[in-house]
T-cell receptor, first 112, second 113 residues
Framework: DAMVIQNPRYQVTQFGKPVTLSCSQT?????MYWYQQKSSQAPKLLFH???????NEADTPDNFQSRRPNTSFCFLDIRSPGLGDAAMYLC???????????FGDGTRLSIL | SQELEQSPQSLIVQEGKNLTINCTSS?????LYWYKQKYGEGLIFLMM?????EEKSHEKITAKLDEKKQQSSLHITASQPSHAGIYLC?????????????FGQGTTLQVKP
């Protein structure tokens, strides 16, 4: 049973066209994370929510935004995707800080 | 800033052989996590280590955190093709209560039947 679900698995968008990636969880975890992973690189944290408290990484581009309307759902919005934003985007959840993070299967984003 | 270095970067072993992957931190580790990733998929949580000298095992995989809490190793006994994938270590970023992780660059494991 999938516990962290990301949709879609593959997303193709045009340069500059806004795109939204979604993540849902059935674990009722307090914390949700978004990571960007480029080819052959380690995942890089973009931001995370502790409950409704939003925490942005200092080097996350302004082009990236997130929403968490409720405990179960979290969205990643890319306002004007550039070619450099093509990557795998991973959502993760954890019960709390210093607890294991559980990842979804990711959304692979391609930019035309 | 803290960095994690994994070695080796890649590994090819014959089925049935044992292997070890290392993860070395530039700073003291407060929490160390091991994950496995198959190409194009998400990360699967394997184990979490927090105390110096701690050792955990699951099936044929054993992870250890050294006493000084700056190095961890992942050991696979009698490797199988199902063990193939990318192994990543992740660490809590100090201060330890942020909930944020940094990751090593990963070790790619191939197991030849």
């Amino acid at each position: 049973d999938a516990m962290v679900i990301q949709n879609p698995r593959y997303q193709v968008t045009q340069f500059g066209k806004p795109v939204t990636l979604s993540c849902s969880q059935t674990l009722n975890h307090n914390v949700m994370y978004w990571y960007q992973q480029k080819s052959s690189q380690a995942p890089k944290l973009l931001f995370h929510y502790y409950d409704k408290d939003f925490n942005n990484e200092a080097d996350t581009p302004d082009n990236f935004q997130s929403r968490r309307p409720n405990t179960s759902f979290c969205f990643l919005d890319i306002r004007s995707p550039g070619l450099g934003d093509a990557a795998m985007y991973l959502c993760a959840t954890s019960r709390g800080r210093n607890q294991p993070q559980h990842f979804g299967d990711g959304t692979r984003l391609s930019i035309l | 800033s803290q960095e994690l270095e994994q070695s080796p970067q890649s590994l090819i072993v014959q089925e049935g052989k044992n292997l070890t992957i290392n993860c070395t931190s530039s700073k003291t580790l407060y929490g160390l996590y091991w994950y496995k990733q198959k190409y194009g998929e998400g990360l699967i949580f394997l184990m979490m280590l927090q105390k110096g000298g701690e050792e955990k095992s699951h099936e044929k995989i054993t992870a250890k955190l050294d006493e000084k809490k700056q190095q961890s190793s992942l050991h696979i006994t009698a490797s199988q093709p199902s063990h193939a994938g990318i192994y990543l270590c992740g660490a809590d970023i100090p201060p330890s209560n942020t909930g944020k992780l940094i990751f090593g660059q990963g070790t790619t494991l191939q197991v030849k039947p």
